[in-house]
């Protein structure tokens, strides 16, 4: 049989009609797979002619520590900063790094998991927001447990709830506590915020820090106040031209990211409406391309790098008696051109 080029682990495991993570497990030669399942994957990789890349070898053999980072979107400046960050750290201690974009789907970031478990890697870092879903925490600590036991190291930014791991928390609610205080504070009573999915605990805690506070000074924030979208750019833009049919008539709009509130502004200009003459606007993390808008956006300040940064020392690191650590790391209210007191 003439070997096909290229062929790639993906083509395997979609011929043995398996998940990209068991057909890894099958070629790496770990044993906890089903005999029915490896028998397939293993005849998919003879008829392909798959050959394993080398690179990936080498690395699962040792010859360089890697450190496998998995976020939900590399191309987002958010994750951007923050994989710098570790980058930086990781470069510094002779670290080679995998990155992985999962898009939000927590399946594939559980198998992206088990692909690096595979692979060997001496260190895990998962970049972003956790899940409010039993079925993902559950799937996901089946993975790290075992590998945390191998002496694998694991490190999280973020919030995840029950993943007894190393944890980075940007301090998501206090941040957007602060914000709301200072919007109240120019003159605001009418707000809508612009959500992402609430299955994810970032968006939790910045959209109840923001409601509790606004709360603590009497103004409501209702449901009709609320548009959840896509947690992305695109999103906030349409979650504005959402909010544009519905009745409520907010002087300020909060967008629980920079990158939703940078759609968001692109959806009020097509809308006529001026930021922040006849609406401010206000996003939260502090992605460096905010400064640049038209007007600067207003948002809350975190250290991203230094998320980064933290995460990675604390893999390296290790924990002691194997209890995981919490650092917390405060955000900033930044007051820029994109909000100002409402018009009366």
């Not at 890349?53 to 939900?72: E, K, M």
């Not at 079925?135 to 190291?153: C, I, K, S, T, V």
Request: charged share 25%; net charge neutral; proline share 5%.
């Amino acid at each position: 049989m003439n070997a096909r080029p290229h062929v790639t682990l993906e083509e395997v495991a979609r011929s043995a009609r398996v998940s990209l993570a068991t057909a890894s497990r099958v070629l790496n030669g770990t044993t906890n797979v089903r005999s029915d399942l490896r028998d397939r994957v293993v005849s998919a990789a003879s008829e392909l002619a798959y050959t394993p890349n080398a690179h990936a070898q080498a690395l699962a053999g040792g010859s360089q520590p890697t450190v496998g980072v998995i976020c939900h979107d590399v191309s987002d400046p958010y994750f951007a900063a923050i994989a710098r960050g570790v980058m930086r750290v990781a470069g510094d201690n002779g670290l080679l790094v995998m990155l992985a974009s999962t898009f939000r789907d927590p399946h594939k970031e559980i198998e992206y998991v088990s692909m690096l478990r595979a692979q060997r890697a001496s260190a895990i870092l998962l970049i972003g927001s956790g899940f409010e879903d039993r079925h993902w925490e559950q799937a996901m600590a089946a993975e790290l447990d075992p590998y945390r036991r191998g002496g694998g190291q694991v490190a999280v930014v973020s919030r995840h709830r029950s993943l007894k791991v190393d944890t980075v928390q940007p301090e998501n609610r206090e941040g957007a506590a602060a914000l709301a205080k200072a919007l109240l504070k120019l003159g605001h009573r009418r707000f809508a915020v612009l959500a992402g999915p609430r299955s994810m605990t970032t968006v939790n805690d910045r959209l109840s820090g923001f409601s509790d506070e606004l709360a603590a000074k009497g103004v409501e924030l209702t449901e009709d106040d609320i548009v959840e979208a896509a947690f992305t750019r695109d999103g906030g833009y349409a979650a504005v031209q959402e909010m544009l049919t519905r009745k409520t008539k907010p002087t300020c709009v909060f967008a629980v990211t920079d990158v939703m509130a940078i759609g968001a502004l692109t959806a009020l200009r097509e809308a006529g409406i001026s930021v922040p003459g006849e609406m401010s606007l206000a996003g939260f993390d502090d992605v460096p391309v905010v400064r640049d808008l038209t007007p600067p956006l207003t948002t809350v300040a975190l250290p991203l790098e230094e998320l980064g940064e933290r995460a990675m020392e604390l893999a390296i690191k290790g924990a002691r008696g194997g209890r995981s650590r919490i650092l917390r790391l405060s955000g900033e209210v930044v007051l820029r051109g994109s909000t100002a007191p409402p018009k009366k």
